[in-house]
């Protein structure tokens, strides 16, 4: 058994031990250690290649039957007209050899499941979540928007067969929509493994520009791409522990694509340096021989990618494929800045690296996390028992923990009243939506009291009573919103009046009154429901719509002119 075989079947393991309540209530697992732990090791497999909060990664899981090989989905946020579906399925041997191939039989379901479960109009039956969530794929689809899908095929041993990868090739799935990828014990292992410090020569090319600017230099040269392959053989994801952006792959992404056409046309591989934007380097410490004119051998310690990860990447996995066809890439470089600051500069750091992202749809989250409406935030929610965490964290969260990822949903909903970007706008709360979100005038206890009430909502969606409407699996936004407008009419006083003075009789109403909001705010729904579509009959595809849109909101206005 390899090293990182048992590291994987001890953490499995462990989490089938710590889930099994939550495996039962909404899988309905119980006394069946195999497929626990099977389950275990698809939602660990879901929770570290997305980089999601455990409750996220939980609520992607849908293995069960009826669910076509497809044991986890998950949904992102549409950006330019498109949007990524990642398709999990996952193969937990109990023999811990880790020499057994993926499955033929499972590549082959995923492909039937490709062929139909993202066309709105083919007849299907899948358990309820998978349903659920396939219903909202195929609204989007019926918008207009384009699926780009990522199909994660994970196990405990090898990569799928020879015959397997000629299946996928003879599909006929288009393949600028479709990409595979295998996930296995290493290749978790090497992305859960603590980050650790990266030192390497970069092997320029030609002549370079190195300056010192106060405590701080920079150098500004070439380098040639095989050497970004070769420094990614050699330490992965690791150089990219700073950067904000998770790979996105060749298949469905433009600017990747565009990188790997250039790569492989020989005729333009000598261009590459002029197209990319290049890459963005940060060390605790760089050296180079100065008696050299060019083509300097520069010594990094602590290198780390902040920004042009999605370049590197690329560039490792184009020149990997071809590897065989004896490619000359003596031409083809890429421009490097590297930036030597001193260990205490964290503000600085983060200060460049949203600078040289902020231009890319990413997840500003962390970039923000030492702004001063942070800052205070973690303050005035500290001083009323809380707990606000700025930082993303792998620690469990407990009832008084608040991150500031659920917090800005929460906010979007409850007191902004826009709910439709809450839920489908994630990638902006960050970036264009953060300052409508965190207003200066954002307290420590509204921030706190929407969360309670998001939380609320959110628990009703993942775990629907007998007889709940079809609607809830999409509305938790919109039905924290009305129970935020339900609180403040109890209370008798306006959102900006809601602060610190006021935060104990809010919490105490909201603990007390949570149920009756609830109701209230379903049944508020299912009246302005009608009010759109009249005697129509509703399906999922169209209740997914519906709760992306803010016609519902004007639906419900309607309502309330009418009470």
Known sequence: MSINVSIIDQRVRKLAEDLAAEFEERLNIKGDEVRQRSTAFVFLSVKTVLDLPAEEALDCITEGGNDFGIDALHVGDVEDGEFVVTLFQGKYKKKLTGDSNFPQSGVEKVIQAIKFLFDPD???TTNPQLTLLIEEIRSLVRDGYIPRVRVV???NGLKWSDAAQQLIEGTGLPDDQIGWEHVNHDELVRLLQAAKQVDDTLRLAGKAIIEDLDYCRVLIGKIPVREIEVLFNRHGDLLLERNVRRFLGLQGNRVNQGINHTLRAAAERENFYF?????TLLCRKFTYNALQGENYQVRAEGLQIINGGQTCKTIQRTLA?????????EKAFVLIRLYQLPSESADLIRSITFATNSQNPIDLRDLRSNDYKQKNLETAIDDLGFVYHR???????GTRDISSAIAAVAVLSVWRERPHQAKFYGREHFGKLYDTIFTDNLNGAQAIIATLLFRFAENK????????PDFVAYASCFLAMLMGRFLLSD??????????RKFNNAKSIVDQNNEVYYQRAVQMIGDAIPRLYGNQHVSLQRLAATFRRGDLLEALAQGEGGA
Not at 491 to 500: C, E, R
């Open 122 to 124: 083919s007849g299907f």
């Open 153 to 155: 095929l994970c196990n």
């Open 275 to 279: 197209y990319n934007n290049g890459i």
């Open 321 to 329: 494929e071809l590897a065989g066809a004896d490619a000359n890439m």
């Open 391 to 397: 930082h993303r964290s792998e620690a469990s969260l």
């Open 461 to 468: 969606r993942r775990r629907p009573p007998d007889g709940t």
């Open 491 to 500: 209370l008798g006083i306006s959102l900006y009046q809601l602060d610190h």
